[in-house]
């Protein structure tokens, strides 16, 4: 069984930084799609970065574009976002995602394409 759980959400201010971690468990296929997905309260949850394990390749959403990093440690089946210049828009519950796939077209920013998610973990930057 595929469990997937996040960590590393909290409050910090305005510019600061935030790694959240994604730590999976039981997954057998390779490769795959690894989904960062944000809900705001109220907002349809909305995803901010993919990445394909085959190659390693990355797509961000335009909003955070050049402040967020997504990365794997294959070794310890770990998944990070690094999360720079943090913006009170980027307040919301973070969750991680993943679905089999067979290239990196399939990793797509549709909560819908995603099979398996974590728990989510809550990210705040106060106004």
């Known amino acids: 069984q595929v469990m997937l759980a996040e960590s590393g959400g909290d409050s910090v201010q305005a510019g600061g930084s935030l790694r959240l971690t994604c730590a999976a468990s039981?997954?057998?296929?390779?490769?795959?799609?690894v989904g960062w997905f944000r809900q705001a309260p109220g907002k349809p949850r909305e995803g901010v970065a993919t990445?394909?394990?085959?190659?390693?390749?990355?797509t961000y959403a335009d909003s955070v574009t050049g402040r967020f990093t997504v990365s794997r440690d294959s070794y310890n089946n770990m998944n990070y976002l690094n999360m720079t210049n943090l913006e009170p828009g980027d307040t919301a519950m973070y969750f991680c995602?993943?679905?089999?796939?067979?290239?990196?077209?399939?990793?797509?920013?549709?909560?819908?394409?995603?099979?398996?998610w974590g728990q989510g973990t809550q990210v705040t930057v106060p106004s």
């Open positions: 039981g997954y057998t296929y390779d490769p795959y799609c």
């Open positions: 995602a993943a679905t089999e796939a067979g290239t990196s077209r399939n990793c797509s920013f549709v909560t819908y394409d995603y099979k398996y």
């Open positions: 990445l394909f394990t085959y190659d390693s390749k990355t």
